[in-house]
């Protein structure tokens, strides 16, 4: 039970490297932008879903340490202004300090968003471990479709109204502007 808390100490720790090494990339790249500047809030998985995740592993499947199969403590999205800069953000994203470990094209699927979506190993300088992280690549014009499917996501995978919004800190609803 403790492994979660401690994953999450480890992304807190790394997240500053992390946001480094990925607006260096987005510098790099003419056309691409760190979606939300790769803030904290949104880029460390939260406590609470990280436990929710680990829970749901060990149901699935007995082998110890269920944390392990937490693949986003530290999470990105690259916005690209087309396909150059996606694949010139990609070439980038599989040099140190990251290494690749799982690419899944959902560009070459009907598998909405529509993106590419990178399972990295990142060796942060601060860290004596290494820490498997996400960053998915995006056609900025499909942002929208993106903060839609997400949001039709996270009320699927919601066991109840309340637990989709917890520590969320947010309005619960607010009418349409």
């Known amino acids: 039970d403790a492994l979660p808390d401690i994953l999450h100490a480890l992304a807190g720790g790394a997240h500053a490297s992390f946001r480094s090494e990925l607006a260096a990339i987005v510098d790099e790249c003419q056309g691409?932008?760190?979606?939300?500047?790769?803030?904290?809030?949104?880029?460390?998985?939260?406590?609470?879903?990280m436990r929710a995740k680990v829970h749901e592993y060990r149901s699935e499947d007995k082998r110890w340490p269920a944390c392990a199969r937490v693949q986003d403590p530290l999470r990105a999205t690259i916005l690209c202004s087309s396909a150059a800069v996606m694949l010139q953000a990609l070439q980038k994203v599989e040099c140190a300090p990251f290494k690749l470990l799982r690419?899944?094209?959902n560009?070459?699927?009907?598998?909405?968003p529509f993106n590419l979506?990178?399972?990295?190993?990142?060796a942060a300088p601060t860290a004596s471990v290494p820490l498997v992280?996400?960053?998915?690549?995006l056609f900025d014009h499909l942002l929208?479709?993106?903060?839609?499917?997400?949001?039709?996501?996270?009320?699927?995978?919601?066991?109840?109204?309340?637990?989709?919004?917890?520590?969320?800190?947010?309005?619960?609803?607010?009418?349409?502007?």
């Not at 691409?32 to 879903?49: F, N, Q, V, Y």
């Not at 992280?133 to 690549?137: A, D, G, H, S």
């Open 103 to 105: 690419l899944k094209n």
């Open 32 to 49: 691409s932008a760190l979606m939300g500047d790769c803030e904290a809030h949104t880029a460390i998985k939260s406590i609470t879903r």
């Open 144 to 177: 929208p479709l993106f903060k839609h499917t997400h949001n039709l996501y996270s009320v699927y995978r919601a066991r109840s109204f309340g637990a989709r919004h917890a520590g969320e800190g947010a309005t619960i609803w607010a009418p349409p502007t």
């Open 107 to 112: 560009l070459a699927s009907s598998k909405k």
């Open 117 to 122: 979506h990178a399972v990295l190993e990142f």
């Open 133 to 137: 992280v996400e960053v998915q690549l």
